[in-house]
């Protein structure tokens, strides 16, 4: 069965620093991956997600995610975080049975 | 509609009633999925329906939550003798069916938010 895990239950950095999520996941074929965001009182948002090709994906907002088949990892990254980042991120993989299955989130701080 | 519609979006029952939780997917998308999410945790699988096909329901955590789906329309979450342990918000999602298995992209309602007194 498909898992996700994300270590870091909350993280704090400055406006202006670099951002780093950490997701391992399980499972035994090729990964369709995502990241969500949840802000505040909102609704989950895909910031982006990886497929197939290029192991270096783009998505919204001006994040990144790479996809490390060898570590089993698709950390998140953003070169400079702004405040309006702070909310909560969701990993999340899929497979064959079109099964989304979540990680248990990392909740992000932005401190001036 | 242009999204995914849930109501109520908030709900508060008393232990022992039964509650229904709806959704309203986005028209055309054939992929229904129900999830839950209790204060501070994750985004936990309930359910999921595929066009036609019989629902997965693998993660429905006991006899008593139920849902139901009428072709690629609307569906219905049901709770019975609801519990405190019920309380949290349950997030409904539907997608086009996808390209290939597993690459479905999920667009998210925004949630109902059930309280069990």
């Known amino acids: 069965a498909q898992s996700v895990t994300q270590p870091d239950i909350h993280i704090t950095v400055s406006e202006g620093a670099s951002l780093e999520l950490r997701c391992n996941y399980s499972?035994?074929?090729?990964?369709?991956l995502f990241w969500y965001v949840q802000s505040p009182g909102q609704g989950l948002q895909l910031l982006l997600k990886?497929?197939?090709?290029?192991?270096l994906v783009q998505g919204i907002k001006g994040f990144e995610a790479e996809f490390k088949r060898s570590q089993s990892s698709f950390n998140l990254r953003k070169p400079s975080v702004h405040w309006s980042d702070a909310a909560e991120y969701f990993c999340?993989?899929?497979?064959?049975?079109?099964?989304?299955?979540f990680g248990t989130g990392t909740l992000l701080a932005v401190q001036p | 509609g242009a999204g995914v519609s849930q109501s109520p979006s908030n709900k508060v029952t008393e232990k022992g009633k039964d509650v229904e939780l709806r959704c309203d997917p986005i028209?055309?998308?054939?992929?229904l999925y129900w999830y839950r999410q209790r204060l501070g945790q994750g985004l936990e699988f309930l359910i999921y329906?595929?066009?036609?096909?019989?629902?997965?329901k693998s993660g429905l955590p006991s006899d008593r939550f139920s849902a139901e789906r009428t072709g690629e329309s609307v569906s219905t979450l049901t709770i019975q003798r609801t519990q405190q342990e019920d309380s949290a918000v349950y997030l409904c999602?539907?997608?086009?069916?996808?390209?290939?298995?597993?690459?479905?992209?999920?667009?998210f309602g925004a949630g109902s938010r059930l309280t069990v007194l």
């Open positions: 990886y497929f197939s090709g290029d192991t």
């Open positions: 999340a993989v899929s497979g064959a049975t079109n099964k989304l299955i």
């Open positions: 329906f595929q066009g036609n096909s019989a629902p997965d």
């Open positions: 028209s055309g998308h054939t992929a």
């Open positions: 499972y035994g074929a090729t990964p369709y």
């Open positions: 999602a539907s997608s086009e069916r996808p390209k290939s298995s597993g690459a479905n992209v999920l667009t």
